[in-house]
């Protein structure tokens, strides 16, 4: 009996660490990264320059990740209401935040309570790249340039209005910095993302406004805006015979970036798996090119990618930066 007990034993032990050892991979096949649909939220209207990178780059993305990355527009608040969305969801890697600056750097300083910390409530996944925005007007403003806006707005003070996506947003403080560094006072009228300020500019209810290249290349493109200057500090690639404000104001400067992070909680293998999988997005040629086009100056290159400690660091170096800009200019949004 003792000997074919013991003859016994080996055998069920193997059988045991066997089902043991099954029962780990099924487990590890049910939890692993990513098993479902990734949802990319875009706290800012269709049509918005990180709608418009979020929707190119979810694409490749998806196709990296293997597996579907839907975006899903959540606007409001100058962006807050989709940023608390994400920082207050679930930590799974299945809800992302595709954003701009001005959400994730310039709220923080214009919003008594934005309802999240940018830094304590977001871990940096990639920065794609910056934008520079551009000075539009409808093509019957007199005005043909920085210069002659600014003659026609101290001739007439509080007489002309701009545009803006939404308080808080960069567009709004581009205007409130050409206002305290020119000593104009341009009228600013928020609406509710950038495709309705577009849309009443190029009707002509009102006669300019800030936009992001990539929301306004096409009309500039179309002759339906005329684009009287960019608000960075060297000109545009895609656009070389157009001036920066700076040209005219020695000093203003004022780019868009747009960035992925993942809310704080997240699986650090979690964090890295997307950390890695949008290094390969950002290295497609094709990808790119695409935005290149739409006038995204992309960050880094495929040999020297921007890390995540460095995209961190210049969210700080922002936050800091546009804090002095909304204290100096008095914007303010309850």
Request: proline share 8%; charged share 15%; hydrophobic share 45%.
């Amino acid at each position: 009996m003792f000997n074919s007990l013991s003859a016994r034993l080996p055998r069920r032990a193997l059988i045991v660490t066997a089902l043991a050892w099954l029962a780990c991979m099924g487990a590890l096949a049910q939890t692993a990264y990513p098993s479902r649909p990734i949802v990319m939220v875009v706290p800012q209207a269709a049509g918005g320059t990180n709608d418009i990178v979020g929707r190119v780059v979810s694409q490749k993305l998806g196709e990296v990740l293997g597996t579907s990355v839907v975006v899903e527009n959540r606007p409001g608040a100058g962006g807050n209401i989709g940023t608390q969305a994400v920082a207050r969801g679930a930590k799974d890697g299945y809800t992302l935040l595709m954003t701009i600056s001005s959400s994730q750097a310039i709220n923080p300083a214009l919003y008594k309570n934005p309802g999240f910390d940018p830094v304590k409530d977001f871990r940096p996944v990639s920065l794609i790249g910056s934008v520079p925005n551009v000075l539009l007007v409808h093509p019957s403003f007199p005005a043909k340039n920085v210069a002659e806006l600014l003659a026609l707005a101290k001739a007439r003070p509080g007489h002309y209005q701009y545009a803006s996506a939404g308080n808080g947003t960069l567009n709004h403080l581009l205007g409130e910095m050409l206002n305290t560094m020119a000593g104009v006072s341009l009228q600013h009228v928020p609406y509710k993302g950038v495709a309705p300020a577009l849309n009443d500019v190029l009707g002509g209810q009102l006669p300019m406004l800030f936009a992001s290249l990539p929301s306004s290349l096409a009309h500039i493109k179309a002759g339906k805006l005329r684009v009287l200057a960019v608000s960075g500090a060297t000109r545009s690639p895609v656009l070389p015979d157009v001036p920066t404000v700076a040209e005219t104001l020695p000093g203003y400067n004022g780019t868009l970036w747009v960035g992925l992070f993942a809310p704080a909680g997240v699986p650090p293998e979690v964090l890295a798996r997307l950390q890695d999988g949008m290094t390969r997005t950002l290295a497609s040629t094709e990808l790119r090119a695409t935005l290149e086009k739409q006038g995204v100056e992309l960050a880094g290159s495929p040999e020297q990618p921007v890390s995540p400690e460095q995209f961190a660091a210049l969210l700080a170096e922002d936050i800091a930066k546009w804090a002095r800009i909304v204290k100096s200019s008095g914007a303010a949004v309850d």
